[in-house]
Structures are given as C-alpha cells and as structure tokens.
C-alpha cells in the first residue's frame, strides 16, 4: 500500500532530523554555540513538524490510489537536503528561539499552523475509512490529533525545561506507539488482514457490476 511507504519514507527524514535536534538540544556540545544557545534545536524542531505536518495531510488522498512508490525517497530527501542546508550553511531560517525572551512569534505561529494541519489531516482519514482498514484510519487519525495537542503545548513553553516542553514530548511517546501499532505491527506483521479485506471488497465490486 502506497501510504505506508509515503509514511514510512517521511518518518524515516523526520528521524534523521530529530537526531540532529537531540544533538543540538541546549546543553550538548556536539554542535559549537547550542551549550548556552537553544535556537538551532528549536529550529531542527520545526523542520521536523514541518515535514511531519505535509506528509499526513498528503497521506490521506494516497489510499486507493497506485502513484509511483520511486519518488517518495527522493522528494524527502531533497527537503532534508535544502532544510539542513537552511540552517547550517545558509543560516536564513527564520529565528525560532532568542535566549531570555523565548519563543519568537515565528516559531508561535508555525506550531499553530502545524496543530491545525494535524487536525485536518485527522479528518481526512476519517473521511477514508470506508477503503482502508478502520484499526489503521482510527491509528492514523489518533496519531494525527496526539501530534496536534503536543503542538499547542510546544507554544507556551517560556524555556526548554519547562513542563509543558516536557509534556509534549512525553504525548509524542505515546503517538509514536500508536503509529508502531498502526505501520508495524497492523500493516506489516499482519498484512492477512488487508489482503482479506481487499478480497472481500473486490468480491463485493464483481456482485454489484454483474
């Protein structure tokens, strides 16, 4: 099925950039300047909701259709490419955290935008669970609306051990269990569901076109 590779493809980015955000968290000293300056992980946090927000409202309008499989890895890639070339070597991502003052209205507003996104992607599978398993589109749309409330709380943290900072991840350790439950352990250690469940639905389209 064309989603979970989609899904699949865009987790696998998503990791690659979280492990730079774990290294640049404020106090590492993997990366020079992120001991006493958090504004590169905040920034590396963004690229990931970002690429994380696009792909589950994509993901959506993939069920039942065949698009080619080839290109996912690609476009991901060339987003990883250009995102970490913004910030490391070009330097003109916007702001997302100044020391003493917090969060910057650019990093307000793209949680916002990002929390919304999440929700209407919510949505869309739920529109769509006539065509795909309802576990799976219930998974997906749990994972979808978690991701959105861990987002709002990423906004009114003032510093980056704060508790609604902590709460949010902590809601991210669960979402990240639903989406194993959905990906994993439904869609590939039990794929004899799917498979059934094509078949019954193909029986059932021959009946009603004869």
């Not at 006539?130 to 576990?135: E, Q, V, Y």
């Given at each position: 099925n064309a989603i979970y590779v989609f899904?699949?493809?865009?987790?696998?980015?998503?990791?690659?950039?979280?492990?730079?955000?774990?290294?640049?968290?404020?106090?590492?000293t993997v990366f020079e300047g992120t001991v006493t300056n958090a504004n590169l992980g905040t920034q590396l946090w963004?690229?990931?909701?970002?690429i994380l927000a696009v792909s589950f409202v994509i993901a959506p309008f993939l069920i039942g259709r065949n698009p080619r499989r080839s290109i996912f890895m690609p476009l991901f890639g060339a987003y990883l490419i250009l995102i970490l070339?913004?910030?490391?070597?070009?330097?003109?991502?916007?702001?997302?955290?100044?020391?003493?003052?917090?969060?910057?209205?650019?990093?307000?507003y793209s949680e916002y935008i990002v929390a919304i996104a999440f929700l209407f992607s919510a949505y869309l599978f739920l529109q769509k669970r006539k065509s795909l398993d309802s576990k799976v589109i219930g998974l997906f749309a749990l994972v979808a609306f978690l991701f959105s409330t861990s987002t709002v709380l990423f906004t009114f943290y003032v510093g980056v051990y704060g508790f609604f900072n902590l709460a949010g991840h902590l809601i991210r350790v669960a979402t990240f269990y639903?989406?194993?439950?959905?990906?994993?352990?439904?869609?590939?250690?039990k794929p004899y569901e799917f498979l059934y469940r094509n078949?019954?639905?193909?029986?059932?389209?021959?009946?009603?076109?004869?």
């Amino acid at each position: 099925n064309a989603i979970y590779v989609f899904i699949g493809s865009a987790f696998l980015v998503s990791a690659l950039i979280s492990i730079l955000h774990a290294l640049a968290y404020k106090g590492m000293t993997v990366f020079e300047g992120t001991v006493t300056n958090a504004n590169l992980g905040t920034q590396l946090w963004l690229a990931n909701q970002y690429i994380l927000a696009v792909s589950f409202v994509i993901a959506p309008f993939l069920i039942g259709r065949n698009p080619r499989r080839s290109i996912f890895m690609p476009l991901f890639g060339a987003y990883l490419i250009l995102i970490l070339l913004s910030i490391f070597w070009w330097k003109n991502f916007p702001v997302a955290y100044v020391e003493g003052s917090g969060l910057t209205k650019f990093k307000d507003y793209s949680e916002y935008i990002v929390a919304i996104a999440f929700l209407f992607s919510a949505y869309l599978f739920l529109q769509k669970r006539k065509s795909l398993d309802s576990k799976v589109i219930g998974l997906f749309a749990l994972v979808a609306f978690l991701f959105s409330t861990s987002t709002v709380l990423f906004t009114f943290y003032v510093g980056v051990y704060g508790f609604f900072n902590l709460a949010g991840h902590l809601i991210r350790v669960a979402t990240f269990y639903a989406i194993y439950l959905g990906v994993v352990e439904l869609g590939w250690m039990k794929p004899y569901e799917f498979l059934y469940r094509n078949f019954k639905q193909g029986e059932a389209n021959i009946w009603t076109t004869e």
